[in-house]
């Protein structure tokens, strides 16, 4: 067999010991140790090798604009207000340009599969959404892109998005999103979102529950609708910031509400951080679900980047490890067990969410990257960035390790 390149001495599991991995033809062609060849070599020195991050939540449609739109009061109203009057001034070139930049950050972190949230309405029209589906197309050698289009200024209180969506989602869109509580009839959204998913024969992500009110909620509906349509396991929700409020005993109840409907939950710790609790001049509550307990249950979660430099989250490099670790400092969590579940949150899991294997086998296509660590709980403690990505055999990245320079 003749082997375009072997990896050497990486590892595919923590504590495992290392091998080499022979590629050919763009998929892996054996794996095995001490490989005889003569093919170029790649040496992982023993790093972990895996299938690469995946970003199951991230808005490149209105990433970057922190210039143009300021969020006056700190809150998801001013947010939301800052990004609606910045919005008119979005073009298809603005859109591909910016979410161009962020791509290439997300690729250069070791990211290979992101689902993208992408605003439609009448002001927006279908220019973000052109702009993300040319995106998909011109960035496949390195990623996935899964396009999620959805009514960010609400569905039944804007006449000519329903319409808008339909079109995008005959036009290629993957999946349809949702932001029930910008809506005037937050139920109405919900019913008429199940009812065109079955439609257009897609899943359902959710924005949900994006406050720390506890008297009310939308996510009983939500588990209702999806086990009233037969779509366990077909529904994400995201935010749903309520959660972190819950006493263990209500929080329970949850937790088995989204085991039964097979609803995954997806936390985005920099914006609930951001955003929440805004109302507090002290003891300023944390606002993030805890996913961990979630997952700990069964419960598909993922933690994910959601925005980057606007008005929801004025920070933002694109790094999954750096949002793992985020959750677990917040989360208070650090034994072994708990870093790698929020590895996993933001590797198996997602790619689990989208509908992607992560298998690394022979047969499967040579895409790898390279952490320089040897267990995905130091890559989440210790915040490592990969090394390098390979996506069908052909190097996608490189980031070298810093040298040191000793006098
Ligand atoms: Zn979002």
């Known amino acids: 067999m003749t082997l375009d390149l072997i990896i050497r001495d990486a590892r595919l599991s923590d504590g495992a010991a290392p091998v080499d991995i022979g590629l050919a033809q763009g ?32 808005h490149l449609d209105k990433a970057c604009i922190l210039e143009r739109a300021v969020n006056r009061t700190g809150d998801l109203k001013g947010a939301l207000a800052a990004v609606t009057a910045a919005k008119r001034d979005f073009t298809t070139e603005d859109v591909y340009a910016r979410g161009a930049r962020v791509l290439e950050q997300a690729i250069g972190q070791g990211t290979t599969l992101i689902r993208t949230q992408v605003e439609i309405d009448p002001v927006i029209g279908l220019a973000g959404f052109e702009a993300v589906r040319q995106l998909k197309r011109d960035y496949s050698w390195a990623l996935d892109l899964q396009i999620c289009v959805f009514p960010q200024e609400g569905l039944l209180n804007y006449p000519g998005t329903e319409e808008l969506l339909r079109a995008a989602l005959a036009e290629g869109a993957d999946l349809l999103g949702g932001c029930p509580y910008t809506d005037t009839d937050p139920e109405g959204q919900i019913a ?38 037969g779509i366990q396991g077909r529904v994400a929700i995201g935010h749903v910031t309520k959660l972190s409020m819950l006493p263990p005993a209500a929080l329970a109840q949850s937790v088995a509400l989204l085991q039964e409907a097979g609803i995954a939950l997806t936390v985005l710790p920099a914006t609930d951080l951001f955003i929440t609790g805004r109302g507090h001049d002290h003891a300023v509550p944390r606002g993030v679900a805890p996913a961990h307990r979630f997952h700990a249950a069964g419960v598909c979660c993922t933690v994910a980047t959601n925005n980057v430099l606007n008005p929801f989250t004025p920070y933002g490099d694109c790094s999954l490890p750096r949002m793992a670790n985020l959750f677990a400092n917040v989360a208070q969590l650090g034994s072994i067990e708990e870093l790698t579940a929020c590895f996993e949150m933001v590797s198996s899991a997602p790619f689990r969410l989208l509908g992607v294997s992560d298998r690394i086998e022979v047969g499967g296509p040579a895409d790898l990257v390279l952490l320089p660590c040897e267990s995905r709980a130091s890559a989440v403690a210790e915040i490592r960035r990969p090394v390098w990505g390979l996506r069908g055999g052909r190097m996608t990245f490189e980031a070298p390790a810093p040298r040191i320079l000793r006098p």
């Not at 892996?28 to 970003?55: E, H, N």
Request: proline share 1%; net charge negative.
């Open 27 to 58: 998929r892996i062609a054996t794996i095995g140790a001490g490989l005889a060849s003569d093919a170029p070599t790649l040496d992982a020195q023993g790093g972990l090798a895996f299938r690469g991050f995946a970003d199951s939540h991230l």
């Open 192 to 229: 008429l979102l199940f009812e065109m998913a079955r439609a257009f024969g897609v899943d359902l992500d959710l924005h949900l529950d994006f406050d720390l009110d506890t008297s009310w909620r939308h996510l009983d509906e939500v588990a209702r609708q999806t086990i009233a349509f």
